[in-house]
C-alpha cells in the first residue's frame, strides 16, 4: 500500500490519471479506514482547491475536505447557512469533526449522514474534477446511486467543493437530529429545512428528513403545500401530522421502530420548519 | 505491507519512521514506538482511549492512516508529565478522584489538554462538549469535569 499526499491539484489529477484501478481519494479516513484501505491511498485534504473557505459571485465555495470542526466553526457559514453549522457540529464528538469532512460526508452516502442533509435542505452544489482535468457540478441531492452509493468514482474524480446560495434576508434554515445520545449517536432521523418568508407567508420551503431513502429526501407534495402558505401554528400542526404520510418508513432493529420514527419525522419535520421560518423573520 | 518513509514531530522532536502507511497512527505509537500510553479501546472511533493531539486538535489515533501524520504535529499523553513531575491536568485528576481504572485517562486527559490550549476557562458546558468523545466506564464524569475545571482555574490563577 503507498499513502500519496498531493500537494497541488495538477499533480493530483495525474497521480489518478497514473494509477488506474488501483487509487482511490482519501481525505479524513474516519469512514474510509474502517472499511477497506486502498491500494494507493491520495490523501487530497492539503489542496488549497479542497481547503478554500471563501464567498465568490454571491455563493459560498466551501472545500470539500473541510472538516466538520473547520465548517462548525464559521461565521459566514453559521449566519447564512445555518442548518450546516448544525449540522456538522452534530456530528459523532469532536474527534470525528476534527478530521471527518464535508465531501466525505457526502461521499460515503450513509442514508442519515447529517452534513449531507442539510446540503440539500439548502440546494448545495457540488464540483467534481475528472482525470481530463475538466470540472462538472451537480446537485447533492443527484449525486445519489444507491445505498451507501453516489455517482462519484472516487477512483477517478476529486469532489473539489460544495456550493451554497447563502439566505439572503427572508430566508432562514435549520438542521435538527433525534438520537439517543448527543455525542457517537447516528441519528433515528434528521432533517432539514430552507425556507423563504415573504409578507407573512411561506414562499418556498425546501424540507428534507432521513434516513427514508438511500438519499436524503425531500418531502415534495409537503414542500408545493407549504407555498404560499401563511406561518401560522395550524400550518406546524400540518407539517407534524402530514410529514410521514409521502414516505414510506421503515423500522431500524438498531435505533427505533418504524411508528416512532414516523412519528419523530413529523415532529422533526415542524421543528425545522418552525426554526428556519424565526430565523428567516429574525433577520429582517 | 510496503513500509513508508514518515517524517513529523512527535511530542516535539522531529522523527522519521518506517511504518506501513496503512496501519493506524495507534499501532504505530505502541507497536513500533513503544508509546503505550495512548490506550486501545475500540479500534472504530467511538471510545475516545486512543485521543492523540494532531496539529493541536485532539483526534481518535486509532483512525488516522499513520501515512497521514506525514509533515504534521502530533502530541500524546507522554508528553504532559516532565519526569516525575506531573502536569497540572494530571494532578488535576488525581486530585478530584477522576480516575479509576485509568483506562480512559490518557485520552480524557488528551481532549481536556486541547480544550485548555484553545479556551483557557471553559463553561462546564465547554467542558461536556470537549469530553463528548471520550467514553468513561466507571467514574460517571462528574470528577473528570470537576478536575478539568480545577485545572482550568488554577492555571488562570497563576
Ligand atoms: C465513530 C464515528 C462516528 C460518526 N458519526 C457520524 C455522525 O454522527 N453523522 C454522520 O453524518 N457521520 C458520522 N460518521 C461518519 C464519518 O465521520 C463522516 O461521514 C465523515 O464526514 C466522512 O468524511 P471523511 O473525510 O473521513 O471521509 P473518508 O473516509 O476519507 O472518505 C469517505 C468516502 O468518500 C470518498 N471521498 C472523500 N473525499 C472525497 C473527495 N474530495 N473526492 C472524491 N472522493 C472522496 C472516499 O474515497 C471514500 O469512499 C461517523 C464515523 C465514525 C467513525
Ligand atoms: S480506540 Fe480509538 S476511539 Fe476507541
Ligand atoms: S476510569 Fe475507568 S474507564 Fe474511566
Partial sequence: ?284 | MDNQEVVFTLNEELVRVYADPAESLLTVLRDKLGLFGTKVGCGRGECGACTVLLDDQPVNSCLIPFGKVEGRRIETIENLSRGEEYHPIQKAFVEKGAVQCGFCSPGMIMSAHALLKTNPQPSLQEIKTAISGNLCRCTGYKQIEEAIASAAEKKSRR
Fill in chain 1, 1 to 284: 500500500m503507498s499513502y500519496l499526499k498531493a500537494l497541488n491539484l495538477r499533480q493530483a489529477v495525474a497521480l489518478l490519471r497514473g494509477n488506474p484501478g488501483r487509487i482511490r481519494v482519501v481525505a479524513g479516513a474516519t469512514d474510509l479506514s474502517l472499511q477497506e484501505m486502498p491500494q494507493v491511498a491520495l490523501d487530497i485534504t492539503a489542496l488549497p482547491e479542497t481547503t478554500g473557505l471563501e464567498t465568490a459571485d454571491g455563493f459560498f465555495s466551501l472545500g470539500a475536505a473541510l472538516t466538520h470542526s473547520e465548517i462548525a466553526n464559521s461565521h459566514p457559514v453559521r449566519h447564512k447557512a445555518t442548518a450546516l453549522t448544525e449540522a456538522c457540529a452534530s456530528i459523532g464528538s469532536p474527534q470525528i469533526r476534527n478530521v471527518g469532512t464535508l465531501g466525505g460526508n457526502v461521499i460515503n452516502a450513509a442514508p442519515a449522514a447529517d452534513a449531507a442533509v442539510a446540503l440539500v435542505a439548502l440546494g448545495a452544489g457540488a464540483v467534481m474534477i475528472n482525470l481530463e482535468g475538466k470540472t462538472r457540478e451537480e446537485a447533492v441531492e443527484d449525486l445519489y446511486a444507491g445505498f451507501n452509493q453516489t455517482i462519484i468514482d472516487s477512483g477517478s474524480e476529486i469532489m473539489l467543493k460544495l456550493v451554497i446560495r447563502p439566505c439572503a434576508a427572508n430566508e432562514g434554515s435549520s438542521f435538527e437530529r433525534f438520537a439517543s445520545r448527543k455525542a457517537l449517536a447516528l441519528p433515528m432521523v434528521n432533517g432539514a429545512a430552507r425556507v423563504e418568508v415573504v409578507d407573512g407567508f411561506f414562499r418556498s420551503v425546501r424540507l428534507v428528513l432521513a434516513p427514508i431513502n438511500p438519499a436524503p429526501t425531500r418531502l415534495l407534495n409537503l414542500e408545493e403545500k407549504l407555498q404560499g402558505a401563511p406561518v401560522t401554528e395550524e400550518t406546524y400542526k400540518k407539517i407534524e401530522t402530514e410529514a410521514a404520510a409521502e414516505v414510506e418508513v421503515r423500522a431500524s432493529l438498531l435505533r427505533c421502530t418504524a411508528q416512532y420514527r414516523s412519528h419523530l419525522i413529523g415532529v422533526l419535520a415542524a421543528r425545522v420548519v418552525r426554526k428556519a421560518a424565526e430565523r428567516a423573520l429574525e433577520r429582517k
